[in-house]
Nanobody, 119 residues
């Protein structure tokens, strides 16, 4: 069984920083793309940032210049460094990963971690 376990959420004042981590565990062959999504109350889940196995990244416009996604392939972990946080960044943040098990690739999701930014 494959699991994605997130950590690093919390309460921070506007302008502050947080670093989210997401580690994949279980039995699998490889991890391809990894990413971070968020969902605010009453809104749809949206992509924040993604990173390929080769390290190419993409960001939502709202995250550009403030957030940095990175990954540690040796430890099957993806990170999201969030700086200059704003109240509108408040949401549950989810990591996801495209994981190859045998001949098939599956998309897995973490349980979510709450990020709250106070004004």
């Amino acid at each position: 069984q494959v699991q994605l376990v997130e950590s690093g959420g919390g309460l921070v004042q506007a302008g502050g920083s947080l670093r989210l981590s997401c580690a994949a565990s279980g039995r699998f062959f490889s991890i391809n793309g990894m990413g971070w999504y968020r969902q605010a109350p009453g809104k749809q889940r949206e992509l924040v940032a993604g990173i390929t196995s080769g390290g190419s990244t993409n960001y939502a416009d709202s995250a550009k210049g403030r957030f940095t996604i990175s990954r540690d392939n040796a430890n099957n972990t993806v990170y999201l460094q969030m700086n200059s946080l704003k109240p509108e960044d408040t949401a549950v943040y989810y990591c996801n990963a495209d994981i190859k098990r045998g001949a098939l690739q599956w998309t897995y999701w973490g349980q979510g971690t709450q990020v709250t930014v106070s004004s």
